[in-house]
């Protein structure tokens, strides 16, 4: 299939106020997303813009890879804030990841719990509508409420409302040391009280992670000075003492699994991602009975491994939430969403993309 | 300021509108005598004032639903209200227009701490939500300096921030889920307790949408547990532009306070002659607040006295106990009333890179110099908001207009530095004629597609955030 990879926003914009037919627009390529239509590629819109370390921001290029910023960021001892997941092998994609990407999917990493989420992150972006108009919003300083947030509607609405060609990002400092205490055993619903206990601490807690199995482990992270660290991972010992033995180790290997879905990696079937509150995810997970599963952010995200033939949306009627499928077929990607929310979600469809070309029925 | 002649088809229909509202609302809930809907006439924002028709105060999502069901009916325009405290104009009445007032939804209904969430009516102060989860040590944490008065709803409208928001973000970071009326009446669920709110980000562009897209009449809030401690260290320089860089290399050495505050001379003076809080006399003072253990913070502080020192400070005192810091807090807590004693005075709210810091505060010097107007700055430099703070004689015909004028140019200096026209308090009919400035026609042609899809009949907060001259042809449309 041929594909088109403008270079500059201008060679974007004349090209999507020309296309007389569906547009399919890709970053990396590694969501694993398929779509018919001719490919819009952004890698030739990619560069570092301004970087900034004294003011925690972040100006670049849609199509930049996200290996390039965290390496870039590395150098000042900074990093994403939101922990981006790479998705390649639980999806079984190839290509590399893009910053254009990471915001467009707005799926973010175990820290969500405490630095936010990946729209959180993101301040301002340019980006082409699906009439080919250049469109900015938000900026590039931390504190902004002039207008609109148009920056939250473009973050996580997978380049369907316009193809971002620029972001401003807050980024934030890579801790001097990380600690994990691991405990071994503990059943779903142990594993939640334990995490909700420790996130609902003052320790500042910015993972907390749950993997079932014949060795279920529970895993809660802590970051920052290494003094620090050790005194909260003993604060937290005590806190935690009703959860049996615990372990406390150093080092970030383990929250790379937790971040990349590993536990789920060998599994076959359908990949859904379950977003609910932590407190349901016990009872969501004894219904699906998954043949991998993990609960991320202390049992607010569940990712299961099902059956084709299984609906994992059943198990979330009745409880806040929602469900989306990320790998696999025979249901839509996305929830369906509410009468009243759909209504304006396609009255702002018909204003963004008003020849509906943008990953026409990506989020259906 | 300029505002949109009231329709008078709507004027003229009062009566029928009153009556059509008391099958809705208790006869205490509508206020439609002239004297009191006087009490409604402005905000915080006090130079401009209007009278509404009448105001409503519903007690329930159903009525103002219903309220809006019959507005939208008859052609009304309607001005969401929580406790009037925007200091941009955002809840000021057009003659025409009804005040929907959500000050009597005040009630908590759920407390849920295993999951850190709380949901409230939109009325609830600010600081009542964090009371009502103190108990059990949590709190909420978007802080405003107006958090005893401001309501969830109002914060919400204006996405507002505080001093602690360089840790744990403003409004739109702490906010999982709203219970939303449209303008035609449908109430609209979007997000709730857990995380990640599904499809379009449609929460994420309620929060901060001045009232112009629903009335929001409930809030699921994200709670945090209170940190062990917090102390404050107080810095003095002499040159905004050494207290700048300090600033940068704090940041920089990984450290992340929750407030960074800065203060200039003309600030510092005025706040000690108020507050006597003991500040040195000197360009330019910084107070960093960290939080943690005893241990954890003497830490912290000990790495920012040292890059403070490579500054040579001409102060560095560091909170030995509560009351120190305490009054290391005091002069900066009292700097608006410090200058309302002294002045009527202006409150600016900008964004700038904090690299430009010492250019845009030289300038504002030039400026001030030119319009023949003092000014102070207060600001939250961790994140660059600006506070400048014009002084002005309301008494003096022509300095209100003089001050309108030298602030218009700081906003735009502001925006010519990288940053925006406002960082938190919103643009409301203040800052609605600099849009332009910071955006260009199509930008904000595709903010106005947002109002488009949500309200297509523009009835909702007319007159707010954008030039009327842009938006004159859709609302003749619509
Ligand atoms: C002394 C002082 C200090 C301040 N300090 C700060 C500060 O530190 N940080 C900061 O961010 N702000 C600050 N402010 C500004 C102000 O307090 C905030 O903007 C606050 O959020 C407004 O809340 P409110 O309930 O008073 O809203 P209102 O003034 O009643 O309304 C504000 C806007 O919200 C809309 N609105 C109200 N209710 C609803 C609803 N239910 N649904 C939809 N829209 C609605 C209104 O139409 C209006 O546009 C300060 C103000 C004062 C007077």
């Not at chain 1, 990396?28 to 819009?40: F, I, K, M, Y």
């Not at chain 1, 790998?327 to 759909?342: L, Q």
């Amino acid at each position: 299939m041929k594909m088109i990879c403008p270079k500059s926003e201008a060679a974007l914009a004349e090209f999507v106020a020309g296309a007389d037919g569906p547009l399919a627009v890709t970053g990396g390529g590694t969501q694993g997303v398929a779509l018919s239509g001719a490919r819009v590629s952004l890698c030739g819109l990619s560069g570092v813009e301004l970087y900034e370390p004294g003011a925690l921001t972040l100006v670049v290029q849609s199509g930049t890879p996200v290996a390039k910023i965290e390496a870039l960021l590395a150098k000042e001892n900074q990093q994403l804030a939101f922990e981006p997941r790479d998705m390649r092998v639980l999806i079984g994609t190839q290509g590399d990841p893009t910053i254009g990407g990471v915001f467009a999917t707005n799926l973010s990493g175990p820290r969500r719990i405490q630095a936010g989420a990946t729209r959180d992150s993101l301040l301002g972006v340019r980006y082409v509508d699906g009439a080919g108009q250049c469109v900015k919003n938000g900026g590039r300083v931390m504190k902004n409420v002039t207008g609109y947030d148009l920056v939250k509607l473009m973050a996580g609405s997978y380049g369907t409302l316009g193809i971002l060609t620029e972001v401003a990002l807050k980024v934030l400092p890579r801790p001097e040391t990380v600690g994990t205490l691991r405990f071994v055993g503990l059943t779903p619903v142990q594993a939640v009280a334990a995490m909700s206990k420790a996130l609902g601490s003052p320790y500042d807690v910015t993972g907390a992670a749950h993997i079932p199995g014949t060795e279920p482990v529970t895993l809660i992270r802590l970051e920052g000075f290494e003094a620090s660290v050790q005194y909260r991972i003993a604060e937290l010992h005590a806190v935690l003492a009703e959860f049996g033995e615990v372990h406390a180790e150093m080092g970030t290997d383990v929250w790379r699994d937790v971040r990349d879905v590993k536990p789920l990696h060998a599994a076959s079937g359908n990949i859904w991602r379950i977003s609910v509150k932590p407190s349901d995810a016990p009872e969501v997970l004894a219904q699906l009975e998954p043949e991998a599963a993990m609960m991320d952010w202390g049992g607010g995200l569940i990712w299961a491994a099902l059956p084709e033939s299984q609906d994992a949306r059943l198990a979330v009627e009745g409880v806040a939430g929602h469900a989306t499928l990320l790998r696999g077929d025979g249901f839509p990607r996305f929830h369906p969403e509410s009468a009243p929310v759909a209504k304006l979600a396609n009255r702002l469809r018909a204003k963004f993309d008003p020849r509906g070309i943008l990953n026409p029925g990506l989020m259906r | 300021m300029e505002m949109p002649r009231p329709d008078p088809a709507v004027l003229a229909r009062k009566a029928q509108l009153v009556s059509r509202l008391r099958t809705i609302l208790a006869d205490d809930a509508i206020i439609h005598d002239e004297m009191e809907t006087r009490a409604y006439e402005c905000d915080a924002l006090t130079a401009y004032k209007c009278p509404p028709l009448l105001a409503v105060l519903p007690s329930t999502t159903q009525e103002v639903s219903d309220v809006l069901r019959v507005c939208h009916d008859m052609n009304v325009p309607v001005v969401p209200r929580g406790s009037g405290t925007s200091l941009a104009g955002g809840a000021l009445p057009t003659a025409d227009s009804v005040i929907l007032g959500v000050a009597r939804m005040n009630d908590v209904l759920e407390t849920d701490y295993p999951n850190r969430v709380i949901r409230v009516q939109t009325g609830r102060t600010n600081l009542s939500v964090s009371g009502a989860v103190e108990e059990e040590e949590f709190f909420y944490a978007p802080d405003p300096s107006s958090q005893l008065a401001c309501a969830i709803a109002g914060n919400i409208a204006m996405n507002s921030g505080g001093a602690h928001c360089l840790k744990y973000g403003v409004t739109t970071n702490n906010l999982l889920g709203v219970t939303m009326v449209l303008m035609d009446g449908t109430v609209v669920e979007l997000g709730g307790a857990h995380l990640d709110a599904g499809g379009l980000d449609l929460l994420g562009v309620i929060c901060g949408s001045e009232g112009q897209l629903g009335v929001v009449t409930e809030a699921t809030l994200r709670i945090l547990h209170k940190p062990e401690g917090a102390r404050p260290v107080l810095i003095g320089f002499d040159s905004n532009e050494v207290a700048g860089a300090c600033v940068s290399d704090i940041i920089k050495s990984g450290i992340l306070p929750v407030a960074i505050e800065f203060m200039d001379r003309p600030c510092i003076r005025a706040c000690e002659a108020f507050a006597k809080a003991g500040y040195p006399d000197c360009e330019a003072l910084l107070i960093v607040e960290v939080e943690g253990s005893e241990a954890e913070i003497a830490f912290q502080l000990d790495k920012i006295k040292e890059i403070a020192n490579r500054h040579n400070p001409v102060e560095l005192r560091e909170a030995q106990d509560a009351d120190q810091a305490a009054r290391i807090w005091l002069g900066r807590k009292s700097a608006f009333g410090a200058m309302g004693q002294i002045n009527d005075y202006m409150c600016l709210d900008g964004t700038i890179p904090v690299s430009s810091l010492p250019f845009v505060l030289r300038r504002i010097g030039e400026l001030s110099q030119k319009f023949g107007l003092e000014v102070a700055n207060v600001f939250h430099a961790g994140d660059g908001n600006m506070h400048p703070l014009i002084l002005f004689d309301a008494n003096k015909p022509g300095d209100l207009e003089t001050c309108e004028a030298f602030g218009a140019e700081i906003l735009k200096l502001c925006v010519e530095a990288g940053g925006c026209l406002t960082g938190e308090h919103g643009v409301g009919v203040e800052k609605r004629d600099l849009m332009l400035h910071q955006y260009t026609a199509g930008d904000l042609d595709a903010q106005l597609a947002v109002k488009d899809a949500f309200d297509p009949r523009w009835l909702l907060n007319p007159a707010k955030v954008f030039p009327l001259a842009v938006t004159e042809a859709r609302r003749v449309a619509a």
